[in-house]
């Protein structure tokens, strides 16, 4: 890693992912879907940062091309000090031993026909765990810390309710004791209450073992409970990043105050039950994104500037950046 940031553990520079759109008789390229177009930012050891944003912003595709399990198009990774899009194939494949993913439906990510044994212990017979024994303490001690019992070793994916296969799912991201978890969607598909007992599960096991988790959630309420800080996308860029009690209290994006000003809070004395604020149009299509600022369509305070200049990632205060025009000239308050 180029400078001494003795805590980061990843560093994201100008990455970007584009998906070919194939056409005509010999299917070559007629566009690009711009799913990611040139995010930065880093992470340092122990955080956790989520990220929020309306599905088809970027935010899943962000987590997986950090992992490369979508391959970038161009940018770097820097993770504990390698650049991980410069690794040979098999250097990648040690390295992701510390770098997993929790995904959103625990019920497609789980072999159906295999036992909870077999499912938490296949990382660790991939990786060279080759006793049957050593694999079932392993994957013994990891159902204990995840709250789970031995009976549920020999068991298959649909004799578990939802909740109790997202917690196979965080035993078996576990495994090879990693340090950056990607949570996709982690507990969008449960319940309310169970999505509660989940979350603390892996704020626990965060502090346990020292964890840095990507938070990727279109629910910011679970975002602003789990995160030290937060990162906001919008068609493929990041257009805020703060500390989780700085964006909540005072968003400085149009973007960032729209979404909050729709998500419930509830305290109804809080400050940030603030006027609803309703956004033109729907989200543009990252295949011919708006030019300028990619927001200015929907902002209600575009200017002329703004469809053709890119505001750029700026900070606004120390920790706090915003790519908004009127945010580096303080024209405006929340
Ligand atoms: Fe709105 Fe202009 Fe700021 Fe974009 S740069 S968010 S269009 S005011």
Same mark, same amino acid.
Request: aromatic residues 6%.
């Given at each position: 890693?180029?400078?001494?940031?003795?805590?980061?553990?990843?560093?994201?520079?100008?990455?970007?992912?584009?998906?070919?759109?194939?056409?005509?008789? /010999?299917?070559?390229?007629?566009?690009?879907?711009?799913a990611l177009?040139?995010v930065?930012?880093?992470?340092?050891?122990?955080?956790?940062?989520?990220l929020v944003g309306e599905s088809g912003c970027g935010k899943s595709t962000l987590g !997986?091309?950090?992992?490369?399990?979508?391959?970038?198009?161009?940018?770097?990774?820097?993770?504990?000090?390698?650049?991980?899009?410069?690794?040979?194939?098999?250097?990648?494949?040690?390295?992701?031993? #510390?770098?997993?993913?929790? /995904?959103?439906?625990?019920?497609?990510?789980?072999?159906?026909? =295999?036992?909870?044994?077999?499912?938490?212990?296949?990382?660790?017979?991939?990786?060279?765990?080759?006793?049957?024994?050593? !694999?079932?303490?392993?994957?013994?001690?990891?159902?204990?810390?995840?709250?789970? !019992?031995?009976?549920?070793?020999?068991?298959?994916?649909? %004799?578990?309710?939802?909740?109790?296969? %997202? !917690?196979?799912?965080?035993?078996?991201?576990?495994?090879?004791?990693?340090?950056?978890?990607? +949570?996709d969607e982690?507990?969008?598909?449960?319940?309310?209450?169970?999505?509660?007992?989940?979350?603390?599960?892996? =704020?626990?096991? %965060?502090?346990?073992?020292?964890?840095?988790?990507l938070?990727i959630s279109h629910?910011?309420?679970?975002?602003?409970?789990?995160?030290?800080?937060?990162a906001v996308m919008?068609?493929g =860029?990041i257009?805020?990043?703060?500390?989780?009690?700085?964006?909540? #209290?005072?968003?400085?994006?149009?973007?960032?105050?729209?979404?909050?000003?729709?998500?419930?809070?509830?305290?109804?004395?809080? &400050?940030?039950?603030?006027?609803?604020?309703?956004?033109?149009?729907?989200?543009?299509?990252?295949?011919?994104?708006?030019?300028? +600022? #990619?927001?200015?369509?929907? +902002?209600?305070?575009?200017?002329? #500037? +703004?469809?053709?200049?890119?505001?750029?990632? &700026?900070?606004?205060?120390?920790?706090?950046?915003? &790519?908004?025009?009127?945010?580096?000239?303080?024209? /405006?308050?929340?």
């Amino acid at each position: 890693m180029p400078e001494s940031e003795d805590r980061t553990l990843l560093k994201v520079e100008r990455l970007v992912k584009h998906y070919p759109i194939l056409g005509g008789v /010999f299917l070559k390229p007629v566009a690009f879907v711009r799913a990611l177009d040139g995010v930065s930012f880093q992470m340092a050891e122990g955080e956790t940062l989520g990220l929020v944003g309306e599905s088809g912003c970027g935010k899943s595709t962000l987590g !997986r091309a950090i992992l490369r399990i979508e391959e970038p198009t161009s940018g770097s990774v820097w993770f504990e000090g390698e650049n991980l899009l410069e690794l040979p194939s098999e250097r990648m494949r040690r390295i992701r031993k #510390r770098m997993q993913i929790i /995904f959103q439906d625990p019920f497609s990510s789980l072999n159906p026909r =295999k036992t909870v044994s077999q499912i938490v212990g296949e990382p660790l017979l991939v990786h060279g765990v080759h006793s049957q024994k050593e !694999r079932e303490d392993r994957v013994m001690e990891l159902l204990e810390l995840v709250g789970l !019992r031995r009976e549920h070793l020999r068991r298959y994916p649909h %004799q578990f309710s939802g909740g109790q296969r %997202q !917690r196979i799912g965080v035993a078996r991201a576990l495994a090879l004791h990693p340090k950056l978890v990607v +949570c996709d969607e982690a507990v969008s598909a449960l319940d309310v209450s169970i999505q509660a007992q989940v979350i603390n599960l892996l =704020k626990d096991l %965060q502090q346990m073992m020292g964890l840095t988790y990507l938070f990727i959630s279109h629910d910011l309420g679970v975002v602003e409970y789990i995160s030290d800080r937060v990162a906001v996308m919008y068609l493929g =860029k990041i257009v805020e990043i703060a500390d989780k009690s700085m964006l909540y #209290r005072t968003p400085r994006h149009p973007y960032t105050q729209a979404l909050l000003s729709a998500s419930p809070v509830p305290d109804p004395d809080s &400050a940030r039950n603030r006027k609803r604020i309703l956004l033109k149009g729907d989200v543009p299509s990252p295949i011919d994104p708006p030019s300028g +600022c #990619r927001f200015h369509p929907r +902002c209600p305070y575009a200017m002329a #500037r +703004c469809s053709q200049e890119e505001p750029p990632l &700026a900070p606004i205060s120390p920790g706090h950046l915003a &790519a908004c025009f009127l945010t580096s000239e303080n024209a /405006f308050s929340t």
